[in-house]
């Protein structure tokens, strides 16, 4: 049929549960403690259809708005045209999972803390805690001493030669 446009079209792989995670959902999943400003990420659980968000909503992060008995209210940042509008959604513990975008940055912050701390209490200048883009590699110079140089060409394919087997 032409022009099947519904909520789950073309979601046959993007909902499908993982290989060997058919079946029972995990405690976990019921018992996270989620607070007003947590970043979660959206994973639809194919088995779970109440509360399932759009398919647009898969793999984005959000920042929890609400808390509810059974769903967390998620803001999300949504492309629309040139811009971006916060749409607030409500879904259902079993399509989210706590988000780990930030972990490398509070990880950061924490060893900077700790580095001006140090450099304070021993009487010196504040390290810069910039992060620096790794660089170009090191030069070197290439000796060609006991190296024996060979010359690779490709051998020329002779149709009478080889024959027609």
Known sequence: MPGTNGLR????????????????????????????????????NGAIHKGMPHKWYQGK????????KRAIG????????????SKRIHVRVEHVQPSRCREEFLKRRESNDKARAAAKAAGEKAPSTKRIPK??????????????????TAIPYDIIKEGLQ
């Open 61 to 68: 992060t959000g920042r929890v708005w609400n808390v509810t």
């Open 74 to 85: 998620v803001e999300v940042n949504k492309r629309v045209g040139g811009r971006y509008l």
């Open 135 to 152: 660089g170009p590699r090191e030069g070197f110079t290439l000796s060609l001493e006991n190296t024996k140089i060979e010359t690779i």
């Open 9 to 44: 079209s073309k979601t046959r792989h993007t909902f499908a549960r993982g290989f060997r995670n058919h079946g029972f959902i995990p405690l976990t999943t019921y018992l996270r403690t989620y607070k007003l400003g947590d970043y979660v990420d959206i994973k639809v």
